[in-house]
């Protein structure tokens, strides 16, 4: 069928009921009463049955049949291939991949088979539908307005002839609204400052969580460390001795305890005794910093030991070490708290008091 | 009992009945059936984020059949070698399960991965077709709010979502989260204790961050797509100028079938799409990463895409600390909470910004070519390079690292970057929308190129241009006024050549049509002229 239409915008209403009318005339009143135009609606091929219709209809068979086919092979895949992942056998990890690709050949076979049946077997077609934009007429916004405003005088004036009940309506519904608000607020709200040490001023290395006595720095397995644990130049994370001290319970207070050249440990020294807080944490040439970005977080954790700088990976603050971790770079705006160390009786590193400085992200309050 | 005979040619017509005597349907699904839409592919962009999202929907309900939001710690015993023994959260443990123990598990985690992948990134490309092509005007301010809308809570949902495995980037993704809640003045250290329920991380987050994921948020992003295509519908597309087109009209195709299939068979290929990616590319490998501790971190953490623009800016502000007596604002707020708040809420301001500077109070439904507004288009390209640079310095360590680049140096790139460039990019594209003008001018006035070059007797070379349209006495062109559309600029375009065959093994039997614009009926080729050099 090719046919070409140009119907004028004010066709003639037909009787549906007409019994010599063909479907497409039925269609075409439904058209009109949607105010639509149809401008084109002609076939895609010269002729029925023509060789180019063929040939796309074989195309489009084509792509249905390979759906089906890939759609075997990922049920095929997914029943009998080897899928537990297993240490040196290789054949499992094609499992995923083989899945993803005969899903996909699947699926864009039927896609595309849908596109080509829509786009190349259907009849090409141009319609013009009118719009109806703009506000509804004067007189129904009139009557909406109108009706509206009664509404509201309706309600209005009885409150306004009856202050009894203003108030009493105001005192009635306010708490009610309160009364949803109370629980989601009550129940999660937390206060950050509970306890006579806040767990936001606190870290593991407080010796009241130990019973009061000194935390030693242990190993992320709790083994506590010798002087000697540590090789020049190097560095090691630290953790509270005390039980979950290395889990996320305590998650501000992991810390990098370095063990320092001599002349870089002169310096920090130094540079430290003139400092009021950090005075005397240092023990020998080991200096103990907390491994909590004062920015964000995140473990500042990679230790350049050439230019004794720690560097965040998150967002990049560098601190330097040998002057009390002052931040040099980068958005971090805080230098890192100094652990004061000490060495107990029987050789192991202990804190001998808690962080001076607040461990962790900056905020609003912090002393 | 005799059996009454069932008539089964009549049935679907009783059934229809009885349906519209309850409902009466009939007219309303009518007009659906007839509906007119415009065609055009830049309309389909905000299809992949509706083909997306169901996508979403259907592999995160397999998800969160084996996926427990539980903070528990336990010691793995798992099939993946590496980390068995090790204690973690039973999340994790069950993602690691997920991925290694369910049938086909792996392949449905990443697939959701990438959906949601696409899914923002479909958000973002359509957003950028809207703004460039004015289709947020009146009567459509109200679907730009809820895209920026959609925006976000996407943005929240992705967020929640590649938190849930509590792997060892997503512990510092929270930890990041928790930093900014902190950082923000006066109630800080409250929000972030209320959220976490005590100092972080807790033991609550991850059943939190799960309701809102597979809850609160598609709840919400469900109830604002209903609308954002409700608008559509209801307010019709719009569409780009052309031969025919109005305001007050729609040209296209009828909703059934065609538009429908075509519509059914881009929603398989972006499925295809999204299982290939899933097959083939691995996202968000959680057990290499390990489970989070606050001590560990690797390098090149990076959040997914849509996330980097705010890590770049985080990276790139200053360390300014704003002290007011014994209390401070970290820098960190800055980028964090009020930088996020205001691009993503300033925004939905703009259609009622644009409608009061140039006082238009108009319906538009018709498009505008990005270059028929330079202003819009600046304005425009200053956001995306904004944009573009927060996500490049989001990457600047892995940058600095592959390229050799001192990572010093990348920060302040984008520092300067970020003040100098947009303000660059708003003159270039000015230029170039400018530029595009004069030449759609040029070729209306003058007619097109065709490469034929004639020597006058003077000497003189002058090219022979083909007027568009009518010529007066002279000989000259009749200057055309600009609709709004393409201008054809080649000679091919205007049926004076043909083009190529098209077709691979076989050629097609008609040389296909020069189509000036999309619905308009094709330049035929029977009044094709041959043009000679003009030497008779």
């Given at each position: 069928?090719?046919?070409?239409?140009?119907?004028?915008?004010?066709?003639?209403?037909?009787?549906?009921?007409?019994?010599?009318?063909?479907?497409?005339?039925?269609?075409?009143?439904?058209?009109?009463?949607?105010?639509?135009?149809?401008?084109?609606?002609?076939?895609?091929?010269?002729?029925?049955?023509?060789?180019?219709?063929?040939?796309?209809?074989?195309?489009?068979?084509?792509?249905?049949?390979?759906?089906?086919?890939?759609?075997?092979?990922?049920?095929?895949?997914?029943?009998?291939?080897?899928?537990?992942?297993?240490?040196?056998?290789?054949?499992?990890?094609?499992?995923?991949?083989?899945?993803?690709?005969?899903?996909?050949?699947?699926?864009?076979?039927?896609?595309?088979?849908?596109?080509?049946?829509?786009?190349?077997?259907?009849?090409?077609?141009?319609?013009?539908?009118?719009?109806?934009?703009?506000?509804?007429?004067?007189?129904?916004?009139?009557?909406?307005?109108?009706?509206?405003?009664?509404?509201?005088?309706?309600?209005?004036?009885?409150?306004?002839?009856?202050?009894?009940?203003?108030?009493?309506?105001?005192?009635?519904?306010?708490?009610?609204?309160?009364?949803?608000?109370?629980?989601?607020?009550?129940?999660?709200?937390?206060?950050?400052?509970?306890?006579?040490?806040?767990?936001?001023?606190?870290?593991?290395?407080?010796?009241?969580?130990?019973?009061?006595?000194?935390?030693?720095?242990?190993?992320?397995?709790?083994?506590?460390?010798?002087?000697?644990?540590?090789?020049?130049?190097?560095?090691?994370?630290?953790?509270?001795?005390?039980?979950?001290?290395?889990?996320?319970?305590?998650?501000?207070?992991?810390?990098?305890?370095?063990?320092?050249?001599?002349?870089?440990?002169?310096?920090?020294?130094?540079?430290?005794?003139?400092?009021?807080?950090?005075?005397?944490?240092?023990?020998?040439?080991?200096?103990?910093?907390?491994?909590?970005?004062?920015?964000?977080?995140?473990?500042?954790?990679?230790?350049?030991?050439?230019?004794?700088?720690?560097?965040?990976?998150?967002?990049?603050?560098?601190?330097?070490?040998?002057?009390?971790?002052?931040?040099?770079?980068?958005?971090?705006?805080?230098?890192?708290?100094?652990?004061?160390?000490?060495?107990?009786?029987?050789?192991?590193?202990?804190?001998?008091?808690?962080?001076?400085?607040?461990?962790?992200?900056?905020?609003?309050?912090?002393? | 009992?005799?059996?009454?005979?069932?008539?089964?040619?009549?049935?679907?017509?009783?059934?229809?009945?009885?349906?519209?005597?309850?409902?009466?349907?009939?007219?309303?699904?009518?007009?659906?059936?007839?509906?007119?839409?415009?065609?055009?592919?830049?309309?389909?962009?905000?299809?992949?984020?509706?083909?997306?999202?169901?996508?979403?929907?259907?592999?995160?309900?397999?998800?969160?059949?084996?996926?427990?939001?539980?903070?528990?710690?336990?010691?793995?015993?798992?099939?993946?070698?590496?980390?068995?023994?090790?204690?973690?959260?039973?999340?994790?443990?069950?993602?690691?399960?997920?991925?290694?123990?369910?049938?086909?598990?792996?392949?449905?985690?990443?697939?959701?991965?990438?959906?949601?992948?696409?899914?923002?990134?479909?958000?973002?490309?359509?957003?950028?077709?809207?703004?460039?092509?004015?289709?947020?005007?009146?009567?459509?301010?109200?679907?730009?709010?809820?895209?920026?809308?959609?925006?976000?809570?996407?943005?929240?949902?992705?967020?929640?979502?590649?938190?849930?495995?509590?792997?060892?980037?997503?512990?510092?993704?929270?930890?990041?989260?928790?930093?900014?809640?902190?950082?923000?003045?006066?109630?800080?250290?409250?929000?972030?204790?209320?959220?976490?329920?005590?100092?972080?991380?807790?033991?609550?987050?991850?059943?939190?961050?799960?309701?809102?994921?597979?809850?609160?948020?598609?709840?919400?992003?469900?109830?604002?797509?209903?609308?954002?295509?409700?608008?559509?519908?209801?307010?019709?597309?719009?569409?780009?100028?052309?031969?025919?087109?109005?305001?007050?009209?729609?040209?296209?195709?009828?909703?059934?079938?065609?538009?429908?299939?075509?519509?059914?068979?881009?929603?398989?290929?972006?499925?295809?799409?999204?299982?290939?990616?899933?097959?083939?590319?691995?996202?968000?490998?959680?057990?290499?990463?390990g489970p989070y501790r606050a001590s560990e971190v690797s390098s090149a953490s990076q959040p997914d895409w849509y996330v980097m623009f705010l890590d770049g800016l985080v990276r790139l502000m200053p360390n300014w600390q704003i002290y007011i007596g014994d209390y401070s604002i970290p820098p960190l707020f800055w980028p964090a909470v009020v930088g996020l708040g205001f691009f993503t809420t300033a925004p939905m301001a703009w259609p009622w910004l644009e409608a009061r500077k140039t006082g238009d109070k108009r319906v538009h439904n018709l498009l505008e070519r990005p270059r028929d507004n330079p202003e819009?288009?600046?304005?425009?390209?200053?956001?995306?390079?904004?944009?573009?640079?927060?996500?490049?310095?989001?990457?600047?360590?892995?940058?600095?690292?592959?390229?050799?680049?001192?990572?010093?140096?990348?920060?302040?790139?984008?520092?300067?970057?970020?003040?100098?460039?947009?303000?660059?990019?708003?003159?270039?594209?000015?230029?170039?929308?400018?530029?595009?003008?004069?030449?759609?001018?040029?070729?209306?006035?003058?007619?097109?190129?065709?490469?034929?070059?004639?020597?006058?007797?003077?000497?003189?070379?002058?090219?022979?241009?083909?007027?568009?349209?009518?010529?007066?006495?002279?000989?000259?062109?009749?200057?055309?006024?600009?609709?709004?559309?393409?201008?054809?600029?080649?000679?091919?375009?205007?049926g004076a050549l043909a083009p190529a065959v098209k077709g691979f093994f076989y050629p097609v039997e008609k040389p296909s049509e020069a189509p000036v614009s999309p619905g308009m009926p094709p330049v035929s080729g029977d009044t094709r002229e041959e043009i000679t050099s003009g030497r008779k």
């Open positions: 069928m090719t046919t070409t239409h140009h119907d004028a915008p004010d066709a003639k209403p037909v009787d549906v009921n007409d019994p010599k009318l063909s479907r497409f005339d039925v269609v075409k009143e439904g058209l009109r009463r949607d105010e639509i135009e149809l401008i084109t609606y002609e076939s895609q091929f010269q002729g029925t049955n023509s060789k180019a219709e063929k040939r796309v209809v074989r195309n489009i068979a084509l792509l249905f049949i390979i759906a089906g086919l890939a759609a075997f092979a990922f049920l095929g895949f997914y029943i009998f291939w080897p899928w537990q992942f297993e240490l040196g056998n290789t054949t499992s990890d094609y499992f995923t991949p083989l899945l993803g690709i005969s899903l996909a050949i699947s699926l864009f076979a039927i896609g595309f088979a849908i596109l080509a049946w829509a786009k190349k077997l259907l009849p090409h077609e141009v319609s013009i539908q009118a719009r109806h934009d703009g506000a509804s007429p004067t007189d129904e916004q009139k009557i909406t307005g109108q009706t509206m405003i009664f509404v509201g005088d309706e309600l209005n004036q009885g409150v306004q002839r009856r202050p009894l009940l203003k108030g009493a309506i105001g005192f009635g519904l306010a708490p009610i609204g309160l009364v949803a608000a109370a629980p989601l607020i009550g129940g999660l709200i937390e206060n950050p400052h509970k306890g006579e040490h806040p767990d936001l001023f606190t870290t593991g290395f407080s010796a009241a969580k130990n019973g009061g006595n000194l935390v030693r720095l242990t190993r992320d397995d709790g083994t506590p460390i010798r002087p000697e644990d540590v090789s020049t130049g190097g560095q090691m994370t630290v953790f509270p001795g005390i039980p979950h001290g290395a889990t996320n319970e305590y998650a501000d207070s992991p810390t990098l305890l370095i063990h320092l050249r001599a002349d870089d440990a002169a310096e920090t020294r130094r540079n430290a005794d003139a400092d009021r807080r950090n005075q005397g944490s240092m023990w020998g040439n080991y200096v103990a910093y907390s491994k909590i970005c004062t920015h964000a977080g995140c473990p500042a954790s990679l230790y350049e030991q050439q230019t004794n700088r720690l560097l965040c990976p998150c967002h990049q603050s560098q601190f330097l070490i040998t002057r009390n971790a002052q931040p040099i770079f980068g958005p971090a705006t805080r230098r890192l708290p100094m652990l004061p160390l000490g060495v107990d009786e029987e050789g192991y590193f202990v804190a001998t008091s808690d962080y001076k400085d607040t461990v962790g992200p900056d905020f609003w309050e912090r002393p | 009992m005799k059996r009454r005979k069932a008539d089964l040619q009549q049935a679907p017509v009783t059934f229809a009945k009885g349906v519209d005597e309850r409902f009466q349907a009939s007219t309303p699904l009518r007009a659906l059936l007839n509906k007119v839409f415009p065609d055009h592919w830049s309309f389909l962009l905000g299809e992949i984020a509706l083909f997306s999202f169901i996508i979403l929907l259907l592999t995160g309900v397999f998800l969160t059949l084996f996926f427990d939001p539980s903070m528990t710690e336990t010691a793995y015993q798992g099939a993946y070698p590496a980390l068995r023994g090790t204690e973690m959260s039973q999340a994790y443990a069950s993602s690691l399960h997920l991925s290694f123990e369910v049938r086909g598990g792996l392949f449905m985690r990443q697939m959701h991965h990438w959906a949601a992948l696409l899914f923002m990134a479909a958000i973002v490309v359509h957003m950028l077709r809207i703004f460039f092509t004015g289709a947020y005007r009146k009567p459509r301010e109200a679907n730009w709010v809820i895209g920026m809308a959609l925006f976000l809570l996407g943005f929240l949902a992705g967020f929640t979502g590649y938190s849930l495995p509590d792997d060892g980037l997503s512990g510092t993704g929270l930890r990041i989260a928790s930093a900014i809640m902190l950082s923000i003045p006066v109630v800080g250290t409250w929000v972030s204790a209320s959220i976490f329920g005590g100092e972080f991380p807790g033991h609550l987050i991850i059943g939190r961050f799960y309701i809102a994921h597979v809850l609160l948020i598609p709840g919400g992003l469900l109830a604002l797509i209903t609308v954002h295509l409700g608008l559509v519908f209801k307010q019709k597309h719009t569409q780009w100028p052309g031969p025919m087109r109005t305001n007050t009209n729609v040209v296209g195709e009828r909703m059934f079938p065609r538009y429908a299939l075509k519509q059914g068979g881009f929603f398989m290929a972006v499925f295809g799409t999204v299982a290939l990616l899933a097959g083939l590319f691995q996202i968000n490998p959680i057990w290499l990463f819009r288009v600046g304005i425009g390209s200053m956001a995306v390079t904004f944009f573009l640079i927060g996500t490049i310095s989001g990457g600047n360590d892995v940058i600095a690292d592959k390229f050799h680049i001192s990572l010093n140096a990348m920060t302040w790139g984008g520092r300067i970057g970020l003040i100098v460039l947009p303000a660059l990019a708003y003159f270039i594209a000015v230029r170039v929308c400018l530029g595009l003008q004069q030449h759609d001018r040029e070729v209306l006035a003058h007619g097109v190129e065709t490469g034929i070059i004639r020597r006058l007797p003077n000497g003189q070379f002058v090219e022979i241009h083909q007027p568009l349209g009518p010529v007066d006495e002279h000989g000259h062109p009749v200057p055309i006024e600009y609709g709004g559309w393409v201008v054809p600029k080649k000679m091919n375009r205007v």
